[in-house]
């Protein structure tokens, strides 16, 4: 398995462009999300998914939109970037039942620039 | 909502010292306590968690402790090595109630010198 797989890794964006990150897990998790984390802030959520077609916001979802159309693909798309989005960008799954703890696998990241 | 705080925010020891990272949390309600460690450069991946049914856990030279009266968990590693240098974070959650979000501390850099 490759597990959690993101694209890019890296990217310098100007400001009011737009872009999408893209992650794919090749796992049959069904709980998927993506988190940002800034330095000495630690990981804030941006927005979550439970299964193919349902998504909702995190702690910080402004500025993002994401889709779920099959379990396996979940992207992350920013809309007129800014400034205050660079960061870097953690996608995570996880197979979650009402039983499981739900152990997240992390990609690898993606460095986000906006100049 | 949870809030987890996290100290210390950095934390310098010698090989083969103990290391303590403390986390404390705001909703009586969460009963899992995660730790994920991230090396430089690298995904965080979890290390070692905690149920809110256990007061200790251990995983050969770590180990978990809760109190869930005082609402603080703390992350235990003992005879340190270099390979132990890494940013570790707490999280919180409460799992069997619906959607299980995690809210994570703000990280502890250990460095172990050699």
């Known amino acids: 398995n490759a597990g959690v797989t993101q694209t890019p890794k890296f990217r310098i964006l100007k400001i009011g462009q737009s872009m999408t990150l893209q992650c794919t897990q090749d796992?049959?998790?069904?709980?998927m999300y993506w988190y940002r984390q800034d330095p000495g802030m630690g990981l804030k959520l941006i927005y979550y998914?439970?299964?193919?077609?349902?998504?909702d916001k995190g702690e910080v979802p402004n500025g993002y939109n994401v889709s779920r159309s099959t379990t396996e693909d979940f992207p992350l798309r920013l809309e007129l970037a800014a400034p205050s989005q660079t960061s870097v960008y953690f996608c995570?799954?996880?197979?979650?039942?009402?039983?499981?703890?739900?152990?997240?696998?992390f990609g690898e990241g993606s460095r986000l620039t906006v100049l | 909502g949870e809030n987890v705080e996290q100290h210390p925010s950095t934390l310098s020891v010698q090989e083969g010292d103990s290391a303590v990272i403390k986390c404390t949390y705001s909703?009586?309600?969460?009963?899992?306590f995660p730790w994920y460690k991230q090396e430089l450069g690298k995904r965080p991946q979890l290390i070692i968690d905690?149920?809110?049914?256990?007061g200790e856990k251990k995983d050969q030279r770590i180990a978990v402790t809760l109190n869930k009266t005082a609402k603080h968990f703390s992350l235990h590693i003992t005879e340190t090595q270099p390979e132990d240098s890494a940013v570790y974070f707490c999280?919180?959650?409460?799992?069997?109630?619906?959607?299980?979000?995690?809210?994570f501390g703000t990280g502890t850099r250990l460095l172990v010198s050699p």
């Open positions: 999280a919180a959650s409460r799992v069997n109630t619906g959607f299980q979000k995690l809210v």
């Open positions: 998914s439970v299964g193919a077609g349902i998504t």
């Open positions: 796992m049959n998790h069904n709980y």
């Open positions: 905690i149920r809110s049914n256990v």
């Open positions: 995570a799954s996880t197979y979650r039942t009402d039983l499981n703890t739900g152990e997240l696998f």
């Open positions: 909703d009586s309600a969460s009963n899992y």
